[in-house]
């Protein structure tokens, strides 16, 4: 009975696990190559900005960062609403 039950255990966590694995390794990548684009904003020759819309970009990214990952320790769920704007 045990082996059984336990088995099916085993194998929703395993599941669950290679869920995580393939949906959070997608979104990480969506979110480097998203951070690799905003780079090439970096480009004076092709854009204008300010010291200041530096830090607000930074700070707004390292804030959503912060926020994610503490989700990630207290188990929390996701609140919408991310709107960015100089």
């Given at each position: 009975m045990c082996t059984y039950i336990c088995h099916h255990?085993?194998?929703a966590?395993?599941?669950k696990r290679e869920r995580f694995a393939k949906v959070a390794a997608s979104r990480v990548?969506?979110?480097l190559d998203a951070m690799e684009s905003l780079?090439?904003?970096s480009?004076?020759?092709n854009y204008e900005y300010s010291e200041?819309?530096?830090r607000k970009m930074s700070r707004a990214l390292n804030d959503k960062l912060?926020?994610?990952l503490d989700m990630f320790k207290s188990g929390a769920q996701s609140k919408a609403g991310?709107?960015?704007k100089f």
């Open positions: 255990i085993i194998h966590m395993k599941e990548q969506k979110a780079s090439k904003c480009n004076r020759t200041a819309d530096i912060k926020v994610t991310n709107t960015f």
